[in-house]
């Protein structure tokens, strides 16, 4: 119980200072759900509480999923929809099936750390948890040709029953959706995806901020520059935030939170919204 | 009068000019500290706290490793006291090392007293020569048997001081986020490289470590594969950190004292796995390292192919994680094929990482090496399984026929 209470606080003092969001924040029903990585395990941590309570006062429950520390670094592909948590579980493990990382789990069966094992215990749940899809695009990829180099991916729910996905290697970038049956591969782009990217969705379409900064919309026939920001850094920059109560997509750009103030006093003034401020490229 | 005289000549014998002393104890110059530098290389310690720092050798008990790259001269600068009443105002000190690196004689100033100690301060001064070029080099220890001297005639001994001292053969690939240039990447590296040039000798001579399933950090303490079953560890940094890892680390490790020599290999990570075919509607994706112990199969009629059975509650490994533990089995691990440092480690996998290079591929947790992955199948597994959980139990279905299934290779550049 000890080593849990340690991992607990290692993971807490990380995020308010300076251990990275994977990704994104998604601000819900007045509630903040962002993930980091534990630095030494790979597995993730879910961050949760209301977006006006000091950050000092969040939950943090353990996810049966994560990611490893391969170089290039693929952050942690997880979303939440519809009180489901979404996670590519890609952290490295000899019982660990990459075909079965794609995981499913309701938001409320994730525990706090204190109540959910060892970290081994952790990684064991998620090795052996039932995927809610064959990870095809992986598949696809490594058929196309088994030596990986400009590989990343990250997915999103659509909705409950449709997930999507945008996977890289070498000079390819595909377009995956899965329907709730199978997989269907919307389209492949020749192009060298040169870092990671994320993908979000607004307004009923598919996004993907790329690591150059570009903001793309996702079409069957090709990706097109979204629009152009007044500012728009790097992906390894900043941190989007996902705002479904106002029904906005923005960023701030990486610094460390303090724990004494609430979500929202934190990004205070920090925010520039990705649509209002984006321009033509 | 008499009596002032004798009183003079004690105060002379009792309290001379050090320099002119015919009978003087030379002990009291003291090495304090030993300073490298000229282009020295970072050296990480293996604990994860950072580079070692600065004065590399100090009396009071430092005895920090250094590294070169070869073609280069190591240099130094060092610290002495020199406790004296009546010092000169300088003094000549030099250095020998090991490899007849020699450190110049310097003359240098004594500094004000303290009471009666002096500070003497030797120069950064490169050694004699510069270690060969493109030869890997490893002194354990390197030495320097300082001494000192009044005229620069008759010299004095003043205290040696020991380092490890590493010579790579190139500049080591550049640090990522993986790889560091850890204290036993470069022990490990040079302690089985010495001497060596070649890419194919470095290679050759740094896998030998791995052959008798005892590789050792730079303390010669053993890196355990699967001390306790289900180790956490996957990266070299918590390999050295723990001495206990996953094979992820051990393949790592090999490439990483690779690198360190500045040998460049691309495509060299190799992640297997079964092809993930389909069997009795369901995907092979495990199999189990020698040796197993079969019992009478109790599945034939669930799955011809796959007889056996076992099954779990939530996992096979749970505390203290030292056996895998079954509800009920046909199986069983026996003691097999021995990783580094452990007897009977882990041996039901989906995955595995190794290393290849120019064609070879090298498990380093097993210490062997083989032609192509159909070799790997037939020398090491005793099995294919797959699984599939009903309620809270998961059944692991086996077979023996290594027909059933295949390994597919995915391969990155560590």
């Known amino acids: 119980m ?110 706090e750390w204190e109540k959910s094992g060892s970290v081994q215990d952790m990684i064991a749940l998620s090795t052996d948890y039932t995927p809610f899809a064959k990870f095809e695009p992986y598949n696809y990829v490594t058929k196309q040709s088994n030596i990986l180099s400009n590989f990343f991916f990250d997915g999103i729910a659509i909705n409950d029953s449709t997930y999507s996905m945008v996977i890289s290697n070498k000079n390819e970038i595909s377009w995956w959706t899965f ?8 389209n492949v782009w020749y192009v060298t995806a040169l870092n990671y990217f994320s993908l979000f969705k607004w307004d009923h379409k598919t996004y993907m901020y790329a690591w150059d900064g570009t903001v793309y919309k996702m079409t069957e026939e090709k990706m097109v520059p979204a629009a152009i920001l007044e500012e728009t850094p790097p992906l390894k920059d900043i941190t989007l935030v996902i705002n479904r109560d106002k029904n906005s997509v923005s960023y701030f750009k990486n610094f460390s939170f303090n724990s004494e103030k609430s979500m929202n006093e934190n990004l205070e003034d920090r925010l520039v919204n990705v649509f209002v401020s984006m321009k033509k490229r | 009068m008499q009596k002032i005289v004798h009183g003079f000549l004690l105060a002379w014998v009792l309290s001379p000019l050090c320099a002119n002393s015919q009978n003087f104890n030379y002990s009291n110059v003291d090495l304090v500290s030993v300073t490298f530098s000229g282009g020295n290389l970072t050296i990480k310690k293996d604990n994860g706290t950072g580079p070692y720092g ?47 690196m020699d450190f110049a004689a310097k003359k240098v100033v004594v500094g004000p007293p303290s009471g009666t100690i002096h500070n003497l301060s030797y120069p950064t001064t490169a050694g004699s020569h510069a270690f060969t070029a493109s030869i890997v080099r490893f002194f354990k220890p390197f030495t320097i048997d300082w001494e000192f001297s009044f005229d620069g005639i008759t010299w004095h001994t003043a205290g040696t001081s020991e380092n490890t001292l590493y010579v790579v053969r190139d500049t080591p690939q550049p640090e990522t986020s993986q790889f560091k240039w850890f204290h036993t990447v470069y022990d490990l590296s040079c302690r089985n490289a010495q001497y060596e040039s070649t890419d194919t000798a470095i ?73 993930n075919n389909t069997v009795c509607g369901n995907t092979v994706n495990r199999f189990i390292v020698k040796n197993w112990t079969f019992g009478t199969p109790s599945a034939a009629s669930e799955c011809p192919d796959f007889p056996y059975k076992n099954t779990y509650t939530f996992t096979t490994l749970p505390p203290p994680y030292t056996a895998y533990v079954w509800d009920t089995y046909d199986i069983s691990d026996a003691v097999g094929i021995p990783g580094s440092c452990t007897k009977n480690p882990s041996s039901y996998f989906n995955n595995h990482q190794i290393v290849k290079l120019d064609g070879v591929y090298y498990d380093a947790c097993y210490g062997v090496t083989f032609p192509n992955l159909a070799a790997i199948e037939y020398a090491a597994f005793d099995g294919y399984s797959y699984r599939y959980t009903s309620g809270f139990t998961t059944h692991a279905l086996f077979t023996t026929d290594l027909t059933q299934s295949d390994l597919s290779e995915t391969i990155t550049t560590w």
């Open chain 1, 179 to 186: 329907n709730g049956r199978y997989w269907l591969q919307s």
């Open chain 2, 203 to 275: 290679i050759s001579h740094v896998w030998s470590e791995f052959l008798d399933h005892v590789v050792l950090n730079w303390e010669d303490d053993s890196l355990f594969y699967y001390k306790i079953m289900n180790s956490p560890n996957v990266t070299l940094a918590s390999l050295l950190a723990n001495k206990d890892a996953e094979c992820y680390t051990f393949a790592q490790l090999f490439l990483a004292a690779i690198k360190i020599q500045g040998v460049v290999r691309t495509n060299n990570y190799v992640y297997i796995t079964p092809i």
């Open chain 1, 2 to 111: 000890r080593f849990i209470a340690f991992i607990v606080l290692f993971v807490i003092a990380f995020t308010l200072h300076g251990q990275n969001i994977e990704r994104k924040i998604i601000i819900e029903n007045g509630h903040y759900f962002y993930t980091t990585i534990d630095e030494q395990h790979q597995i993730a941590t879910m961050h949760t509480g209301d977006v006006s309570a000091p950050l000092k006062k969040e939950r943090t429950l353990a996810m049966p999923s994560g990611r490893n520390y391969n170089d290039p670094v693929i952050p942690f592909s997880w979303d939440f929809h519809n009180g489901d948590v979404y996670a590519v579980n890609f952290l490295v493990n000899p019982l660990n099936d990459r075909m079965e990382a794609l995981k499913r789990f309701s938001f409320n069966s994730l525990k």
């Open chain 2, 54 to 100: 600065t004065p590399q050798f100090t009396a009071a008990g430092n005895e920090y490793p250094v590294a070169y790259v070869s073609g280069n001269a190591p240099t130094v600068a060092a610290s002495f006291t020199f406790d004296c009443a009546n010092a000169p105002d300088s003094m000549w000190i030099r250095g020998t090392g090991s490899d007849a």
